[in-house]
C-alpha cells in the first residue's frame, strides 16, 4: 500500500530563550513599585492554583453520527496529557449541557445549576464522509524512449469539520471558538477497472483518522487555553528593568526560561445579535527567570511599555507553540 497522508504524532514545543536572559543577579536591589487592580479579581480558587475542571461533550454530529462522541474523546485525551484539568464525567453533568444551551437561547448569562465544573466544551460537526476514488492505469515515456507504467489505484479518503466553544461556568462566557478541518487519505494497485465500495468499518477508520488530525491541528490552542498559569501579586523595578513576581511556582509547572503570556478578560458584545463573549486579550510576553520557588515565580518583561499596562491580578500562563511536525500537519492534513 502506498500512503500519501501518513498520521503523524507531532511534539510539543514550549517557547524557550537563552539562558544569558533570564538571570536575576541581585533580587534585592530590585525596589517595588505600586500595581493598580485589575476590575475583576481572581478567585480564591484561582489564586490557590486549583486545577481548572473542565466538561467536554459530545459535538452535536447529524452529519455522521457518532462523530461528535469520537471528537470529543480525543479532545479529553488531549486534555489529560497537560496534567493540568480535571476532566468531569459528563454523565455527572447530564443537564448543563441543556441549560447552557437554553440560556444561550434566551440571552440570559449566567448559570445557577451545579458546581461540577470550570469551564465546558462543546460545538458540532459540520461535515463528514469518506469515500474512494477509482484512477486508470497510464503508461509514459521518457527522454531516452523507455515506457514506465503506473498500475490503476483506488484512494481511499475521509474528511471532518468541526465548530469546538469553550464556555466559562458558572458566567456562560464563551472564551474561545475553534472551527477546524482535517483529512486523510491512502492509495493501493488495484488488477480490476473498479473499486469496491468502502464497507462500514473502513468508512468509520477513515473518518476517524481524519477526526485524529483534526484534533492534532488544535492541540496547541486547546493546551494554550488550558496552560499552567498564576497570577501577578507584586512589580519590582531597577533602572529600566521590570520583574513581576507571579503565584506560577515549580510545583504548577514553572521553569527557568519557558515563555509566558500575560493576559486580560476582555468582554465584547455582538453587535447584531446581542450574544457576549469573553476573549483573552494578551498584554504582554515575558519570560520566567532562575527565581523560581515552589508558589512563585519572577517573571522578566523586556518590553517597557508593555510592562507599564501590568496590572495587580493580571493572569500569567506558559505559552505553548507549535513544533516544525505540529505546523507540517497542518499542511498534510
Same mark, same amino acid.
Given at each position: 500500500m502506498?500512503v500519501?497522508? +501518513?498520521?503523524? *504524532?507531532?511534539?510539543?514545543?514550549?517557547? #524557550?530563550v537563552?539562558?544569558? @536572559?533570564?538571570? $536575576?543577579?541581585?533580587l534585592? =536591589?530590585?525596589q517595588?513599585v505600586?500595581?493598580?487592580q485589575?476590575?475583576?479579581?481572581?478567585?480564591?480558587?484561582?489564586?490557590?492554583?486549583?486545577?481548572?475542571?473542565?466538561?467536554v461533550y459530545?459535538?452535536?454530529?447529524?452529519?455522521?453520527?457518532g462523530t461528535?462522541?469520537?471528537?470529543?474523546?480525543?479532545v479529553?485525551k488531549?486534555?489529560n496529557? +497537560?496534567?493540568? *484539568?480535571?476532566?468531569?464525567?459528563?454523565? #455527572?453533568?447530564?443537564?448543563l @449541557?441543556?441549560? $447552557?444551551?437554553l440560556?444561550? =437561547?434566551k440571552?440570559?448569562?449566567?448559570?445557577?445549576?451545579?458546581?461540577?465544573?470550570d469551564?465546558?466544551?462543546?460545538?458540532?460537526?459540520?461535515d463528514?464522509g469518506?469515500g474512494?476514488?477509482?484512477?486508470?492505469a497510464?503508461?509514459?515515456?521518457?527522454?531516452?524512449?523507455?515506457?514506465?507504467?503506473?498500475?490503476?489505484t483506488c484512494?481511499?479518503?475521509?474528511?471532518?469539520?468541526f465548530?469546538?466553544?469553550?464556555?466559562?461556568?458558572?458566567?456562560?462566557?464563551?472564551?474561545?471558538?475553534?472551527?477546524?478541518?482535517?483529512s486523510?487519505?491512502?492509495?493501493?494497485?488495484?488488477?480490476?477497472g473498479?473499486?469496491?465500495e468502502?464497507?462500514?468499518?473502513?468508512?468509520?477508520?477513515l473518518?476517524?483518522?481524519?477526526?485524529?488530525?483534526?484534533v492534532?491541528?488544535?492541540r496547541?490552542?486547546?493546551k494554550?487555553q488550558?496552560?499552567p498559569a498564576?497570577?501577578?501579586?507584586?512589580?519590582?523595578?531597577?533602572?529600566k528593568?521590570?520583574?513581576?513576581?507571579t503565584?506560577?511556582?515549580s510545583?504548577g509547572?514553572?521553569?527557568?526560561g519557558?515563555?509566558?503570556v500575560?493576559?486580560?478578560?476582555?468582554?465584547?458584545?455582538?453587535?447584531?445579535?446581542?450574544?457576549?463573549?469573553?476573549?483573552?486579550?494578551k498584554?504582554?510576553?515575558g519570560?520566567?527567570s532562575?527565581?523560581?520557588?515552589?508558589?512563585?515565580s519572577f517573571?522578566?518583561?523586556?518590553?517597557?511599555?508593555?510592562?507599564?499596562?501590568?496590572k495587580?491580578?493580571?493572569?500569567?500562563?506558559?505559552?505553548?507553540?507549535?513544533?516544525?511536525?505540529?505546523?507540517?500537519?497542518?499542511i498534510a492534513?
Amino acid at each position: 500500500m502506498k500512503v500519501n497522508a +501518513t498520521y503523524l *504524532v507531532p511534539l510539543l514545543a514550549l517557547g #524557550l530563550v537563552g539562558c544569558s @536572559s533570564t538571570k $536575576i543577579s541581585d533580587l534585592g =536591589a530590585y525596589q517595588k513599585v505600586p500595581l493598580q487592580q485589575l476590575e475583576r479579581m481572581p478567585s480564591k480558587a484561582a489564586l490557590e492554583g486549583a486545577k481548572s475542571r473542565v466538561i467536554v461533550y459530545a459535538l452535536e454530529d447529524s452529519k455522521s453520527p457518532g462523530t461528535g462522541t469520537l471528537v470529543s474523546d480525543t479532545v479529553t485525551k488531549e486534555l489529560n496529557t +497537560t496534567n493540568n *484539568v480535571v476532566i468531569v464525567d459528563r454523565a #455527572l453533568a447530564a443537564s448543563l @449541557s441543556n441549560e $447552557i444551551q437554553l440560556a444561550e =437561547a434566551k440571552g440570559r448569562t449566567g448559570y445557577k445549576g451545579q458546581d461540577v465544573a470550570d469551564f465546558a466544551i462543546m460545538g458540532k460537526v459540520t461535515d463528514a464522509g469518506a469515500g474512494v476514488r477509482f484512477t486508470e492505469a497510464s503508461s509514459w515515456t521518457d527522454k531516452e524512449g523507455k515506457t514506465h507504467y503506473v498500475s490503476a489505484t483506488c484512494t481511499k479518503s475521509g474528511k471532518v469539520s468541526f465548530s469546538l466553544k469553550i464556555v466559562q461556568l458558572p458566567a456562560l462566557d464563551v472564551v474561545k471558538t475553534i472551527d477546524e478541518e482535517a483529512s486523510t487519505s491512502s492509495s493501493e494497485d488495484t488488477r480490476y477497472g473498479y473499486c469496491p465500495e468502502l464497507s462500514r468499518g473502513a468508512v468509520s477508520g477513515l473518518i476517524s483518522s481524519a477526526s485524529a488530525n483534526a484534533v492534532q491541528k488544535v492541540r496547541t490552542e486547546l493546551k494554550n487555553q488550558f496552560a499552567p498559569a498564576g497570577y501577578v501579586v507584586e512589580r519590582r523595578t531597577k533602572d529600566k528593568d521590570s520583574i513581576f513576581k507571579t503565584t506560577l511556582g515549580s510545583t504548577g509547572g514553572a521553569k527557568e526560561g519557558l515563555a509566558v503570556v500575560f493576559v486580560r478578560p476582555v468582554q465584547e458584545q455582538n453587535a447584531l445579535t446581542g450574544v457576549s463573549t469573553t476573549e483573552q486579550q494578551k498584554i504582554a510576553e515575558g519570560v520566567i527567570s532562575d527565581q523560581i520557588g515552589a508558589s512563585f515565580s519572577f517573571v522578566i518583561i523586556s518590553d517597557k511599555e508593555k510592562a507599564n499596562q501590568i496590572k495587580l491580578g493580571e493572569k500569567v500562563q506558559v505559552k505553548f507553540e507549535d513544533s516544525f511536525m505540529d505546523s507540517f500537519n497542518r499542511i498534510a492534513h
